[in-house]
C-alpha cells in the first residue's frame, strides 16, 4: 500500500541552527502538506502546496519556515535559526484532491536543544 | 478561536462496549469531515470520513453519525477493543480549502 514517508525519525538540533525535514508523498497525489504536534496538542496546519507553489498556510508559518518540492518526488520543510517551541512531532501528508482526505506520514520528531 | 470541538478529553470503556467521540463546529463550510486514529509515536491514520449529505456512514466497528443542523458528528466504535486504544481526532475540511482543522484529541482506552 502506497504511505507517505518522511525522513529522519528523529532530529535533534542546537537553537539557532536550521534544520530541512524532508518526505515522499504517495507518487500520484498532488497536493502536500506540513502538520505539526506539540506533544500532547492536537494536530496544527502549518500550510499546503499545489502545483509547486504554496496553496494555504497557517499563522504559524511565518518567514522562518519554507518549503520546496526540489525534484519530482521530495517535499521538504526548512526551518530557519530553530527555537526551543520548535520542538514538536511534525508530519507530512498528502492527497489527491483539494477537500478530500490526506494520509500522513509518521512524522519526525524534532527536537531543539 | 477553536474551529472543531471534540469532546471528551479521555474515554475509558470496558471491552466489547461502545465508545462515543463527539465534535462540534461552527463554520458551514466545512463539508468534509475525517476522523483519525493515532498510537503513540505514530502519524495520524485516517479511520472514516463523512460528507454531510449523508447522515451516518458505517465501516466495519466504526461508524459516523452526522448532524448537520445541529453541526455536530461523532465516532461509534462498536464492540471496542483494547487494540482500539488510542488518540481519536475528528477534522473538517472547508469547501474552498485544504486546511484540515483538528479537535483537541479524544484519548481512548479499552480495558480488557
Known amino acids: 500500500e502506497p504511505e507517505v514517508t518522511q525522513t529522519p525519525s528523529h532530529q535533534v538540533t542546537q537553537m539557532g541552527q536550521e534544520v530541512i525535514l524532508r518526505c515522499v508523498p504517495i507518487s500520484n497525489h498532488l497536493y502536500f502538506y506540513w502538520y505539526r504536534q506539540i506533544l500532547g496538542q492536537k494536530v496544527e496546519f502549518l500550510v499546503s502546496?499545489?502545483?509547486?507553489?504554496?496553496?494555504?498556510k497557517s499563522e504559524i508559518f511565518d518567514d522562518q519556515f519554507s518549503v520546496e518540492r526540489p525534484d519530482g518526488s521530495n517535499f521538504t520543510l526548512k526551518i530557519r535559526s530553530t527555537k526551543l517551541e520548535d520542538s514538536a512531532m511534525y508530519f507530512c501528508a498528502s492527497s489527491t484532491h483539494m477537500n478530500t482526505e490526506a494520509f500522513f506520514g509518521q512524522g519526525t520528531r524534532l527536537t531543539v536543544v | 478561536q477553536q474551529q472543531v470541538k471534540q469532546s471528551p478529553q479521555s474515554l475509558i470503556v470496558q471491552k466489547g462496549g461502545i465508545s462515543i467521540i463527539n465534535c462540534a463546529y461552527e463554520n458551514t463550510a466545512f463539508d468534509y469531515f475525517p476522523w483519525y486514529q493515532q498510537f503513540p509515536g505514530k502519524g495520524p491514520a485516517l479511520l472514516i470520513a463523512?460528507?454531510?449529505?449523508?447522515s451516518e456512514k458505517k465501516e466495519g466497528r466504526f461508524t459516523i453519525s452526522f448532524n448537520k443542523s445541529a453541526k455536530q458528528f461523532s465516532l461509534h466504535i462498536m464492540d471496542s477493543q483494547p487494540g482500539d486504544s488510542a488518540t481519536y481526532f475528528c477534522a473538517a475540511i472547508p469547501n474552498t480549502g485544504n486546511q484540515f482543522y483538528f479537535g483537541t484529541g479524544t484519548s481512548l482506552t479499552v480495558i480488557p
Open positions: 463523512i460528507r454531510p449529505d449523508v
Open positions: 502546496f499545489y502545483n509547486n507553489e504554496i496553496s494555504e
